[in-house]
């Protein structure tokens, strides 16, 4: 049985930065296509970076290049989305997912991911 569970939302002013963490259980994070996404007040639900092949293929929105960066903590298998320089459009709940996606580009769709957790509010406001 798969289960994700996100942590590390709250509220933060434009231009600070947070940490979200994602654990999972009946399955091995670093070993599998890993994405963050989130979802706005109105909006559709939008991938933010995901990766796959052990961290050799990445996709990262326009938006948050050179703000939002993934490692993984191999020792306990956590992965993590280090979240700079934010900003109001930012705000949304994020969500971590799981899959074997083995693709070189074009991953980063939330209909192709099977295992999702359920999610943490980010809110970045002054």
């Known amino acids: 049985q798969v289960q994700l569970v996100e942590s590390g939302g709250g509220l933060v002013q434009p231009g600070g930065s947070l940490r979200l963490s994602c654990a999972g259980s009946?399955?091995?994070?670093?070993?599998?296509?890993i994405g963050w996404f989130r979802q706005a007040p109105g909006k559709e639900r939008e991938g933010v970076l995901c990766?796959?092949?052990?961290?050799?293929?990445?996709v990262t929105a326009d938006s948050v290049k050179g703000r939002f960066t993934i490692s993984i903590d191999n020792a306990n298998d956590t992965v993590y989305l280090q979240m700079n320089s934010l900003k109001p459009e930012d705000t949304g709940t994020y969500y971590c997912?799981?899959?074997?996606?083995?693709?070189?580009?074009?991953?980063?769709?939330?209909?192709?991911?099977?295992?999702w957790g359920q999610g943490t509010q980010v809110t970045v406001s002054s």
């Open positions: 009946g399955v091995t994070l670093r070993r599998n296509a």
């Open positions: 990766i796959n092949n052990g961290g050799r293929n990445t």
């Open positions: 997912a799981t899959d074997f996606i083995t693709v070189l580009s074009g991953f980063c769709i939330p209909r192709l991911w099977d295992y």
